[in-house]
Protein backbone atom coordinates (compact mmCIF):
# COMPACT_ATOMS: atom_id res chain seq x y z
CA UNK A 1 0.00 0.00 0.00
CA UNK A 2 1.63 3.61 -0.45
CA UNK A 3 2.04 5.63 2.06
CA UNK A 4 2.43 10.00 1.23
CA UNK A 5 4.19 11.88 4.09
CA UNK A 6 3.85 15.74 3.15
CA UNK A 7 5.63 18.55 5.36
CA UNK A 8 6.31 22.49 4.99
CA UNK A 9 6.06 25.62 6.34
CA UNK A 10 2.68 26.07 8.06
CA UNK A 11 2.39 30.02 8.60
CA UNK A 12 2.84 32.17 5.98
CA UNK A 13 2.74 35.92 5.30
CA UNK A 14 1.14 37.64 2.60
CA UNK A 15 2.96 37.47 -0.65
CA UNK A 16 5.24 34.92 0.45
CA UNK A 17 5.84 31.63 -0.83
CA UNK A 18 4.17 28.55 0.28
CA UNK A 19 6.14 25.31 -0.36
CA UNK A 20 5.36 21.62 0.26
CA UNK A 21 6.86 18.30 -0.35
CA UNK A 22 5.33 14.88 -0.50
CA UNK A 23 7.28 11.78 0.16
CA UNK A 24 5.92 8.23 -1.44
CA UNK A 25 6.43 5.25 -0.09
CA UNK A 26 6.13 1.77 -1.26
CA UNK A 27 4.27 1.12 -4.94
CA UNK A 28 5.58 2.44 -8.07
CA UNK A 29 6.33 6.39 -7.99
CA UNK A 30 7.19 6.04 -11.57
CA UNK A 31 3.85 4.61 -12.65
CA UNK A 32 1.44 7.19 -11.32
CA UNK A 33 0.74 11.07 -11.32
CA UNK A 34 0.94 12.61 -8.37
CA UNK A 35 -1.59 15.29 -7.16
CA UNK A 36 -1.84 18.45 -4.83
CA UNK A 37 -5.78 19.43 -3.29
CA UNK A 38 -6.72 21.59 -0.96
CA UNK A 39 -9.24 21.76 1.25
CA UNK A 40 -10.82 25.45 2.75
CA UNK A 41 -14.33 25.90 4.76
CA UNK A 42 -15.77 28.29 2.04
CA UNK A 43 -14.86 26.60 -0.90
CA UNK A 44 -14.37 22.54 -0.26
CA UNK A 45 -11.95 20.69 -2.04
CA UNK A 46 -9.75 22.03 -4.72
CA UNK A 47 -7.60 20.15 -7.21
CA UNK A 48 -4.44 22.21 -7.64
CA UNK A 49 -2.65 19.80 -10.11
CA UNK A 50 -0.58 16.89 -10.91
CA UNK A 51 2.96 16.04 -11.88
CA UNK A 52 4.40 12.70 -13.30
CA UNK A 53 8.12 11.25 -12.64
CA UNK A 54 9.50 13.02 -15.94
CA UNK A 55 7.95 16.24 -14.93
CA UNK A 56 5.23 16.58 -17.05
CA UNK A 57 2.48 19.16 -15.11
CA UNK A 58 -1.33 19.83 -15.28
CA UNK A 59 -1.95 22.43 -13.05
CA UNK A 60 -5.62 23.87 -12.49
CA UNK A 61 -6.05 27.14 -14.80
CA UNK A 62 -7.49 29.29 -11.88
CA UNK A 63 -3.70 28.84 -9.83
CA UNK A 64 -1.49 28.53 -12.90
CA UNK A 65 -0.18 31.46 -12.42
CA UNK A 66 1.29 30.72 -8.63
CA UNK A 67 1.96 27.11 -8.96
CA UNK A 68 5.34 25.62 -9.88
CA UNK A 69 5.09 21.75 -8.95
CA UNK A 70 8.58 19.44 -8.96
CA UNK A 71 9.94 16.15 -8.78
CA UNK A 72 13.22 14.05 -7.19
CA UNK A 73 12.62 10.45 -8.46
CA UNK A 74 15.96 9.68 -6.52
CA UNK A 75 13.74 10.11 -3.44
CA UNK A 76 10.33 9.48 -4.73
CA UNK A 77 9.32 13.20 -3.80
CA UNK A 78 7.49 15.68 -5.36
CA UNK A 79 7.10 19.86 -3.93
CA UNK A 80 4.52 22.44 -4.64
CA UNK A 81 5.46 25.75 -4.84
CA UNK A 82 2.11 28.51 -4.66
CA UNK A 83 3.78 32.17 -5.15
CA UNK A 84 2.23 35.29 -3.50
CA UNK A 85 0.28 33.93 -0.94
CA UNK A 86 -2.70 35.78 0.11
CA UNK A 87 -5.38 35.06 2.81
CA UNK A 88 -7.79 32.92 0.15
CA UNK A 89 -4.83 30.83 0.43
CA UNK A 90 -5.69 29.43 3.40
CA UNK A 91 -6.11 26.11 3.33
CA UNK A 92 -5.44 22.47 4.35
CA UNK A 93 -2.98 21.08 1.65
CA UNK A 94 -3.19 17.16 0.67
CA UNK A 95 -0.82 15.25 -1.12
CA UNK A 96 -2.84 12.48 -2.79
CA UNK A 97 -2.13 9.63 -5.51
CA UNK A 98 -4.04 9.96 -9.05
CA UNK A 99 -5.75 6.99 -8.59
CA UNK A 100 -7.09 8.67 -5.20
CA UNK A 101 -6.05 6.14 -2.70
CA UNK A 102 -3.37 7.55 -1.24
CA UNK A 103 -3.40 10.62 1.02
CA UNK A 104 -0.81 12.50 3.33
CA UNK A 105 -2.26 13.60 6.26
CA UNK A 106 -2.68 17.19 5.45
CA UNK A 107 -0.96 20.50 6.17
CA UNK A 108 -2.72 23.81 7.74
CA UNK A 109 -1.45 26.72 5.91
CA UNK A 110 -2.44 29.56 7.24
CA UNK A 111 -1.43 32.92 5.64
CA UNK A 112 -1.58 36.20 8.50
CA UNK A 113 0.18 38.97 8.14
CA UNK B 1 -14.48 23.14 -15.99
CA UNK B 2 -16.89 20.29 -14.94
CA UNK B 3 -19.08 21.73 -12.22
CA UNK B 4 -20.31 19.11 -9.32
CA UNK B 5 -23.43 19.47 -7.91
CA UNK B 6 -24.65 17.18 -4.54
CA UNK B 7 -27.27 17.47 -2.53
CA UNK B 8 -28.59 17.67 -0.06
CA UNK B 9 -26.00 19.44 1.63
CA UNK B 10 -26.60 17.37 4.89
CA UNK B 11 -28.61 14.62 5.64
CA UNK B 12 -29.93 12.82 8.99
CA UNK B 13 -30.78 9.13 9.31
CA UNK B 14 -31.53 6.67 11.89
CA UNK B 15 -29.12 3.85 12.41
CA UNK B 16 -29.93 0.85 9.98
CA UNK B 17 -31.13 2.88 7.73
CA UNK B 18 -30.69 4.02 4.04
CA UNK B 19 -29.15 7.00 3.11
CA UNK B 20 -28.88 8.32 -0.21
CA UNK B 21 -26.71 10.77 -1.79
CA UNK B 22 -26.96 12.59 -5.15
CA UNK B 23 -24.45 14.29 -7.68
CA UNK B 24 -24.80 15.83 -10.51
CA UNK B 25 -22.07 17.08 -13.23
CA UNK B 26 -22.78 19.71 -15.58
CA UNK B 27 -21.13 17.81 -18.94
CA UNK B 28 -20.97 14.21 -19.22
CA UNK B 29 -18.94 12.10 -17.54
CA UNK B 30 -18.92 8.82 -19.69
CA UNK B 31 -15.82 8.07 -22.09
CA UNK B 32 -17.32 6.48 -24.90
CA UNK B 33 -14.82 4.25 -25.88
CA UNK B 34 -14.18 2.40 -22.69
CA UNK B 35 -17.95 2.98 -21.46
CA UNK B 36 -16.96 4.03 -18.16
CA UNK B 37 -18.24 6.91 -16.20
CA UNK B 38 -15.09 9.15 -14.51
CA UNK B 39 -16.83 9.27 -11.38
CA UNK B 40 -15.79 8.57 -7.66
CA UNK B 41 -17.33 8.77 -4.47
CA UNK B 42 -15.08 9.72 -0.99
CA UNK B 43 -15.84 9.81 2.90
CA UNK B 44 -13.91 12.09 4.91
CA UNK B 45 -14.20 11.73 8.67
CA UNK B 46 -13.30 14.76 11.07
CA UNK B 47 -9.21 15.79 10.92
CA UNK B 48 -8.31 12.93 8.15
CA UNK B 49 -7.90 13.23 4.54
CA UNK B 50 -10.73 12.33 2.23
CA UNK B 51 -10.93 8.21 1.52
CA UNK B 52 -12.29 6.51 -1.80
CA UNK B 53 -14.99 4.60 -1.77
CA UNK B 54 -15.72 3.93 -5.17
CA UNK B 55 -14.38 4.64 -8.49
CA UNK B 56 -16.25 4.20 -12.03
CA UNK B 57 -19.20 5.45 -10.72
CA UNK B 58 -20.04 1.84 -9.28
CA UNK B 59 -16.67 0.17 -8.30
CA UNK B 60 -16.02 -0.31 -5.00
CA UNK B 61 -12.71 0.09 -3.37
CA UNK B 62 -10.62 -3.25 -1.74
CA UNK B 63 -11.79 -3.10 1.62
CA UNK B 64 -14.75 -0.78 1.60
CA UNK B 65 -17.97 -2.50 3.49
CA UNK B 66 -20.70 -3.90 0.73
CA UNK B 67 -23.05 -1.12 2.05
CA UNK B 68 -21.62 1.23 0.23
CA UNK B 69 -23.12 1.60 -3.36
CA UNK B 70 -22.44 3.71 -6.40
CA UNK B 71 -24.98 3.89 -8.98
CA UNK B 72 -25.72 6.19 -11.74
CA UNK B 73 -23.89 7.61 -15.54
CA UNK B 74 -23.53 10.32 -17.71
CA UNK B 75 -24.22 13.23 -15.66
CA UNK B 76 -26.07 11.85 -12.68
CA UNK B 77 -25.18 9.66 -9.92
CA UNK B 78 -25.83 8.44 -6.43
CA UNK B 79 -24.43 7.21 -3.41
CA UNK B 80 -26.25 4.70 -1.60
CA UNK B 81 -25.92 3.60 2.01
CA UNK B 82 -28.04 0.86 2.59
CA UNK B 83 -28.05 0.68 6.22
CA UNK B 84 -26.12 3.44 8.07
CA UNK B 85 -24.03 2.71 10.87
CA UNK B 86 -22.18 5.04 13.44
CA UNK B 87 -18.95 4.77 11.96
CA UNK B 88 -20.74 6.10 8.40
CA UNK B 89 -20.71 9.49 10.04
CA UNK B 90 -18.84 11.73 7.75
CA UNK B 91 -18.78 13.94 4.84
CA UNK B 92 -19.41 12.46 1.50
CA UNK B 93 -18.12 14.00 -1.76
CA UNK B 94 -18.21 13.43 -5.93
CA UNK B 95 -15.37 13.72 -7.87
CA UNK B 96 -15.00 13.67 -11.30
CA UNK B 97 -11.73 12.54 -13.30
CA UNK B 98 -13.11 12.77 -16.74
CA UNK B 99 -11.21 16.11 -17.70
CA UNK B 100 -8.86 18.42 -16.05
CA UNK B 101 -9.34 20.27 -13.65
CA UNK B 102 -10.42 17.52 -11.43
CA UNK B 103 -13.07 18.87 -9.70
CA UNK B 104 -15.29 17.87 -6.38
CA UNK B 105 -18.85 18.03 -5.31
CA UNK B 106 -19.67 20.43 -1.92
CA UNK B 107 -20.29 17.33 -0.05
CA UNK B 108 -23.02 16.27 1.96
CA UNK B 109 -22.56 15.75 5.49
CA UNK B 110 -24.32 12.73 7.05
CA UNK B 111 -25.58 12.25 10.87
CA UNK B 112 -26.93 9.82 13.14
CA UNK B 113 -31.19 11.08 13.46
Known amino acids: QVQLQQWGAGLLKPSETLSLTCAVYGGSFNGSYWSWIRQTPGKGLEWIGEINHSGSTDYNPSLKSRVTMSVDTSKNQYSLKLSSVTAADTAVYYC???????WGQGTLVTVSS | DIVMTQSPESLAVSLGERATIDCKSS????????????LAWYQQRPGQPPKLLIYWASTRESGVPDRFSGSGSGTDFTLTISSLQAEDVAVYYC?????????FGGGTKVEIK
Open chain 2, 95 to 103: QQYYSTPLT
Open chain 1, 96 to 102: AAMTGRS
Open chain 2, 27 to 38: QNVLYSSNNKNY
